[in-house]
């Protein structure tokens, strides 16, 4: 699976959008984007995932360049809950069980 | 509701006793895993299962062991063999078909004395 690199920390004012960044320059066709976040001493969770097209959830949206080097997580209006760290994954889609590499991620710390 | 539980959310042992981690979820997910994550780090593999009575070995699996009877239940076992158990353990399970798509639970924070 290819390398993902992701900024180690982030600050975002209540109620604006924060943009997470992620590269993978590696990535190979084949291969999804998905992010996660882990709140403080919980269980990750799955926000969002694509492959070219970009994507929008209940949640958050995702923003893949053309070339696929590089993804951006948008979340339009950060709240105080969504201070997490973000994981950024790339892997082959490939219908069964195997493992979700999660690297050190992105702090993204939400301030009033 | 559904859901991953994971027990105990703290757990204390003495260096040298094997401990098990519970992981039950009623999802009725095929598949299930087993994490763990030192502070400051993301998670990794230790075991994963697909089906019942089958499981892979992950990126860490030295020192664990596992089974998977049922479905709803996939018991992570830290043995003395493992060198350094003090971790946050994290189970998680999925759908077949969707399989990166992975529900997380609680977690079990292990200490070892």
């Known amino acids: 699976d290819a390398k993902t690199t992701q900024p180690p920390s982030m600050d975002c004012a209540e109620g604006r959008a924060a943009n997470l960044p992620c590269n993978h320059s590696?990535?190979?066709?084949?291969?999804?984007v998905y992010w996660y976040r882990q709140i403080h001493s919980q269980g990750p969770q799955y926000i969002i995932h694509?492959?070219?097209n970009n994507e929008t959830n209940e949640m958050a949206s995702l923003i893949i360049t053309e070339d696929r080097k590089s993804s951006t997580l948008i979340l339009p209006h950060a709240t105080l809950r969504d201070t997490a760290v973000y994981y950024c994954?790339?892997?082959?889609?490939?219908?069964?069980?195997?493992?979700?590499?999660f690297g050190t991620g992105t702090r993204l710390q939400v301030t009033l | 509701d559904g859901g991953i539980t994971q027990s105990p959310k703290y757990l204390f042992r003495k260096e040298g006793q094997n401990v098990t981690l519970s992981c039950e979820q009623n999802?009725?997910?095929?598949?299930m895993y087993w994490y763990r994550q030192d502070p400051g780090q993301g998670l990794r593999l230790i075991y994963y299962?697909?089906?019942?009575?089958?499981?892979q070995k992950g990126d860490i699996a030295e020192g664990y062991s596992v089974s998977r009877e049922k479905k709803e239940s996939f018991p992570l076992t830290v043995t003395s063999a493992q060198k350094n158990p003090t971790a946050f353990y994290l189970c998680?399970?999925?759908?077949?078909?969707?399989?990166?798509?992975?529900?997380f639970g609680p977690g079990t924070r292990l200490t070892v004395l």
């Open positions: 994954i790339v892997r082959t889609l490939t219908g069964t069980a195997s493992k979700l590499t």
């Open positions: 299962s697909q089906i019942v009575n089958d499981f």
């Open positions: 694509g492959l070219k």
């Open positions: 998680a399970s999925s759908v077949w078909g969707k399989m990166d798509e992975q529900f």
């Open positions: 590696t990535i190979s066709g084949n291969e999804y």
């Open positions: 999802l009725n997910h095929d598949a």
